[in-house]
């Protein structure tokens, strides 16, 4: 019994973070705030950090609801 309820519970575990797995992302990634001056593309995207020396911030869009944490 004890084996039994080790395996499903191991099984469970192993098979619920393989759906979990995030997806690769095609989108390119654009920097801001950095040492070359790089911008977002365009007005709907936020420069969120943290901000990085030698990379920047991060531009994301944001949603209506949504802000940057730092």
Known sequence: MYK?????????ILFSNALAAPKPQDDPVYH?????????????????GPILQ????????????EFCAL
């Open 32 to 48: 801001c705030a950095n040492e070359a001056n790089d911008e977002c593309p365009g007005p709907e995207w936020t420069c969120c």
């Open 54 to 65: 030698d990379v920047g911030g991060t531009c994301r869009i944001l949603g209506k609801d």
């Open 4 to 12: 039994a309820t080790l395996f499903a519970t191991v099984f469970a």
